[in-house]
């Protein structure tokens, strides 16, 4: 028997090399746990029928001496993310059947390595929503509390990883859809620095936010995936280098922390969130760390900032869903009726909310109060940051204002639901790497649910956000 | 603020269909968001009327040369289609 529980990539790596199990084996071991799990789950929505084949190919790589790091590690892969052959439907009646052309660069990176893809995950329809309620699939239930929603929108990525149906996984990150549900499924999720991760192949939803990154159990497993999928991308022009931001030194010995203590004081935040976090500093503080008091006087506004840019953004990129080209189609009237009735039929409440949301702030007369006030906006924030990493190299709060919550008791009331973003969507807004870490738990209902901070580093240092990430899981 | 002509023509512009129930719900929920988001007005500093203002641009080149064999991936492509004559998309008439 594996004990797949306490199996890290480096674990799994070194147990490969030294033949304590076999890829095929340890394939066998993750299928078993899903088809226990997932029928009520839900965490995915195929398992690939040619996963013992993939498994049979690194096992021959091992072998013949030519292992990779992520050689034979078992994979779930959002259902976003496009593998040439095979269905990438994001969750979407609109995309059911549709089969991908071409795979994305970050998992052709996975591939190469030789690493066994699984299946495909559960998520919000084209990654819209923050619990996988919004799946045309049924939602994701978090294994820690069935009653619970894992997350989202990479919920079915985060709770595959938690419930042991893969070693890791990848999701995107629009707002906080790696960090969010990896905080309530008490998993490691990291969204990378703005442009540092390819996203060709990913199924875009807001393209100044987008981000793909890795969901896993310890940040060193998430700094792995991380420097095999990072990097420049002839098929995505806005990827950047290793050396495109310069790295300054530390303020202090260690990393210095900066915690915006005003804004953490704003209310809204669970009690048990809010004492968590703050057992979360003194843990850094007796790690010898630095804690420093910063503010960021525009971050109460990132969240408004957030539900006008991304809306916008989102109504163009679902503009190519037109029934022609690929993905369903549903016969109206005439050819223009056909639009209306194939996207009617095809898109989901939330994701049409979102493009009629951004239709209007994009449109004559509302172009400059919302969009581009937004813009204008999002550079203050911009400027905010920069002046904080002038003082500390980390800022610190929770990742999510809540633990896990019960399936339905949001979706009647979109800003409730958009609220779960608060601290995650400024990341995106400004650039920046950020990292969910678990630190601890809250009991609710008989039922321990995982609690996370969220680290964040300026443009480029993930570095420092695995440092001090493995410092507080003491890894 | 947000009333029933408004969300047709929404819809209109976004090409998506909507049931009389849906226009109800959707008024209101929208109503709710501009609400929300409203609280941007009240940054003070740069005003919306000043010069536009968009994300980095940086301008990125690539060499002007075909990627693949014209008609490498035509099959796979169309084979997406939900319908098609020969190697052409097929919709309905338009004139």
């Given at each position: 028997m594996i004990d797949i529980k306490n199996l890290t990539i480096k674990k799994a790596h070194e147990s490969l090399l030294k033949g304590d199990f076999t890829v095929r084996e340890l394939t066998e071991t993750y299928l078993a746990e899903i088809q226990k799990?997932?029928?009520?789950?839900?965490?995915?929505?195929e398992v690939y029928t040619d996963a013992l084949e993939q498994a049979d190919e690194a096992d021959k790589r091992i072998k013949a001496g030519?292992?990779?790091?992520?050689?034979g590690i078992p994979f779930a892969i959002k259902d976003n993310l496009l593998i040439k052959g095979r269905i990438a439907s994001a969750s979407s009646k609109m995309l059911e059947k549709y089969c991908a052309t071409y795979t994305a660069t970050a998992v052709q990176r996975l591939v190469e390595q030789g690493a066994v893809l699984l299946g495909r995950a559960n998520m919000d329809e084209f990654a819209m929503?923050?619990?996988?309620?919004?799946?045309a699939y049924g939602v994701t239930k978090n294994p820690?509390?069935?009653?619970?929603v894992s997350g989202g929108s990479s919920g079915g990525s985060a709770a595959a990883v938690a419930m042991d149906g893969a070693l890791a996984a990848l999701g995107t990150d629009t707002g906080g859809s790696i960090r969010q549900p990896s905080s309530f499924c008490g998993t490691v999720g990291l969204k990378p620095t703005?442009?540092?991760?390819?996203?060709?192949g990913a199924i875009a939803m807001g393209s100044s936010l987008d981000q793909i990154g890795p969901i896993t159990k310890t940040v060193e497993d998430a700094e792995i995936i991380f420097n095999v999928i990072k990097g420049a991308d002839?098929?995505?022009?806005t990827t950047i280098s290793d050396t495109t931001f310069a790295k300054e030194p530390y303020k202090g010995k260690k990393p210095v922390i900066g915690i915006p203590t005003a804004f953490l004081n704003?209310?809204?935040?669970d009690e048990a969130v809010l004492a968590n976090f703050n057992e979360s500093v003194e843990k850094f503080k007796n790690l010898g760390f630095e804690v420093k008091e910063i503010s960021l006087?525009?971050?109460?506004?990132s969240l408004a900032v957030y539900y006008v840019l991304m809306p916008a953004e989102v109504s163009a990129n679902m503009a190519?869903?037109?029934?022609?080209?690929y993905g369903l189609h549903k016969d109206g009237v005439n050819m223009v009726d056909d639009y209306f009735v194939s996207r009617r039929e095809g898109l989901g409440r939330e994701v049409r909310r979102r493009i009629m949301l951004g239709t209007y702030v994009l449109s004559t007369g509302y172009y400059d109060a919302y969009y581009n006030k937004a813009n204008i906006v999002r550079n203050l924030l911009r400027e905010d940051f920069k002046k904080a990493f002038e003082t500390v190299d980390v800022i610190l709060t929770?990742?999510?204002?809540?633990?896990a919550f019960k399936i339905?008791?949001?979706?009647?009331d979109p800003i409730q639901m958009y609220l779960e973003d608060i601290f995650t969507v400024t990341a995106n807004l400004v650039g920046v790497p950020a990292l969910a870490v678990p630190s601890g738990f809250v009991e609710r209902e008989g039922k321990q649910l995982p609690l996370g901070i969220q680290i964040t580093a300026a443009h480029g240092r993930e570095d420092t956000l695995f440092m001090v990430g493995k410092e507080f899981r003491s890894e | 603020m947000i009333d029933i002509k408004d969300i047709e023509k929404l819809a209109e512009l976004s090409r998506i269909k909507l049931t009389d129930e849906e226009k109800q719900k959707f008024g209101t929920e929208i109503e709710s968001i501009l609400a929300y988001v409203n609280?941007?007005?009240?940054?003070?500093?740069?005003?919306?009327?000043?010069q536009p203002v968009v994300g980095e641009v940086r301008n990125v080149m690539r060499p002007d040369?075909?990627?693949?064999?014209?008609?490498?991936?035509t099959e796979m492509i169309l084979a997406e289609a939900p319908a098609r004559e020969g190697d052409l998309l097929k919709v309905k008439k338009i004139l």
């Open positions: 799990k997932n029928p009520e789950i839900n965490a995915y929505l030519k292992a990779d790091i992520l050689t929503g923050g619990s996988t309620e919004n799946s820690h509390d069935m009653s619970r703005y442009g540092s991760v390819s996203r060709y002839g098929f995505d022009s704003q209310g809204g935040i006087p525009n971050i109460g506004y190519r869903f037109d029934g022609v080209k929770p990742t999510a204002p809540t633990p339905g008791s949001k979706t009647e | 609280q941007i007005q009240e940054v003070a500093g740069a005003t919306a009327s000043e040369t075909n990627s693949n064999e014209s008609g490498a991936n």
